[in-house]
């Protein structure tokens, strides 16, 4: 099992930035891919962007590309979610989550590990 800890969220104004970060401790030989979803009140979870441990491939829903960018640090087992020119659209819950296959999936069923999440709120 993969623990996983999220930080970095808060509040900020439309426009502003954000860095949420994931820290994975625990079995880290098992995941190959680290993801970000999201979830909004009422909303289904949702994909936002994610990264390949092994080859640095990265995976952006359309509604963050150009906005966010996502890095590793494989020798801290840590991922981060540089957010930027953020709009209202963008409040949530920011979960992280790793997956053992190979590519990049969008689906959240195939990740089994997941942390606490993160508030990111974004006032307009």
């Known amino acids: 099992q993969v623990q996983l800890v999220e930080s970095g969220g808060g509040l900020v104004q439309a426009g502003g930035s954000l860095r949420v970060t994931c820290a994975a401790s625990?079995?880290?030989?098992?995941?190959?891919?680290m993801g970000w979803f999201r979830q909004a009140p009422g909303k289904e979870r949702e994909f936002v962007a994610a990264?390949?441990?092994?080859?640095?491939?990265?995976r952006y829903a359309d509604s963050v590309k150009g906005r966010f960018t996502i890095s590793r640090d494989n020798a801290k087992n840590t991922v981060y979610l540089q957010m930027n020119s953020l709009k209202p659209e963008d409040t949530a819950v920011y979960y992280c989550?790793?997956?053992?296959?190979?590519?990049?999936?969008?689906?959240?069923?195939?990740?089994?590990?997941w942390g606490q999440g993160t508030q990111v709120t974004v006032s307009s």
């Open positions: 989550a790793t997956s053992n296959m190979f590519n990049i999936i969008i689906t959240p069923t195939t990740y089994g590990s």
């Open positions: 625990g079995r880290t030989f098992s995941y190959n891919v």
């Open positions: 990264i390949s441990r092994t080859n640095g491939m990265t």
